[in-house]
């Protein structure tokens, strides 16, 4: 089994309308795709979602490293993953989203080959997850009015965007909270946006909201500060940015700086490495969030497929490909499914993607191959 050939194509998709969150605004999805083809006609699909803010990537940057790293994959095996992870971090550091579309689109190719759903394959841990409802920071009744248009599609679980201005944070949450009740789980995300004094303000005026845990209240580098904050609120921490890497979680340990940590196939460079991540934080007590970028369903499906598979994964945020306007989801048929607050996984054989919507897809902008 040998990796004969590897096409870069581009995908555009205008939001309904924007995501904003702490950091800015986005108005569009615009990933990469990959697709990778072996010897035997077995194909994969991976994707690269870029964030310039988190990780550092443009959509220009992810193509250019995909022309460095696909000539050195062609005729490798694919079968031997670790080798290939090896390899794209020997041949350059960082670039997490680009690395991530070919430990996707290898794990798709594989599983495959294997005949098995790929989350079956990684572990088999349970076969739903269940995905919180993301809202960015929007005008209080538009916030409101979406949250319950959700509730009716069977969230049970809210995820509010905050982190601009602690006291209309606040308002946002009081005004959500008494909209949706009380058994409604509430979780906030600030994405760094609050200072230390910030945090510990608003923290202690929503404690009587009920909120389930806050998300990176503070910068990605202030990790003594997550620490203090910690210990100085009842509510549950999780970090998000300040975890990209394996190594990441044992300073966010040796700190007690928190409750759960949020993994993104995205941040991590794939499938492989957010393995590591979560089994590092199972061996210390630290639970996980299975989340994503602004990606299409292809790379959410590659999350759901992880987070079904990963025994310590206790929460998902993966309903953004799922909240897609149906002509603008990338996969025609197959792929994982949203019922009712859950996000359940195929169980066709690797990612369960059966056809893509070729009028999505830019290009083929690159192609790599070799005959056999």
């Not at 538009?142 to 949250?147: G, N, Q, S």
């Not at 994982?336 to 919507?357: C, H, R, S, T």
């Amino acid at each position: 089994m040998k990796i004969r050939s590897i096409e870069i194509y581009r995908v555009c998709i205008d939001l309904e309308y924007p995501f904003t969150i702490a950091t800015g605004s986005t108005t569009s999805i615009d990933s990469i795709i990959i697709k990778i083809v072996d010897n035997k006609g077995n194909v994969g699909w991976g994707e690269a979602a870029p964030h310039p803010v988190i990780l550092g990537e443009t959509s220009k940057s992810i193509i250019a490293c995909l022309d460095l790293l696909a000539p050195h994959l062609i005729g490798k095996d694919p079968r031997k993953i670790e080798s290939i992870i090896n390899l794209m971090d020997i041949i350059i550091q960082h670039n997490t989203a680009a690395k991530a579309a070919i430990d996707i689109a290898v794990h798709d190719l594989v599983s495959k080959a294997l005949g098995e759903p790929l989350w079956r394959l990684l572990g088999g841990a349970k076969n739903i997850v269940e995905t919180d409802f993301t809202i960015g920071i929007r005008p209080k009744d538009a916030v409101v009015k979406e949250i319950l248009n959700s509730l009716k599609e069977g969230f049970k679980a809210v995820k509010l965007k905050v982190g601009r201005n602690p006291d209309e944070d606040i308002e946002m949450i009081k005004s959500v909270r008494k909209a949706v009740g009380n058994e409604v789980r509430l979780r906030i995300d600030a994405n760094q946006g609050w200072t230390r004094q910030q945090a510990i303000y608003a923290l202690r005026k929503i404690v009587e909201y009920n909120i389930e845990f806050v998300e990176q209240p503070l910068p990605a580098f202030d990790i003594s500060g997550l620490a203090a904050l910690r210990r100085a609120i009842p509510i549950p921490l999780m970090v998000d940015e300040s975890v990209h890497q394996p190594e990441d979680v044992i300073r966010i340990v040796k700190e007690d700086a928190a409750d759960y940590i949020n993994i993104k196939l995205m941040k991590s460079g794939g499938i492989q490495k957010a393995s590591r991540i979560a089994a590092i934080a199972e061996a210390t007590g630290v639970e996980c969030m299975v989340g994503s970028m602004i990606e299409t369903d292809l790379g959410i499906t590659a999350a759901v497929h992880f987070a079904a598979a990963t025994k310590n994964v206790k929460f998902g945020d993966l309903d953004i490909g799922f909240s897609l306007r149906p002509r603008d989801r990338l996969i025609k048929k197959g792929g994982a499914k949203f019922n009712e607050g859950y996000v359940i996984p195929p169980d066709e054989p690797g990612l369960g993607i059966q056809d893509l919507k070729e009028e999505l897809l830019q290009g083929p902008i690159k192609v790599y191959n070799k005959k056999w």
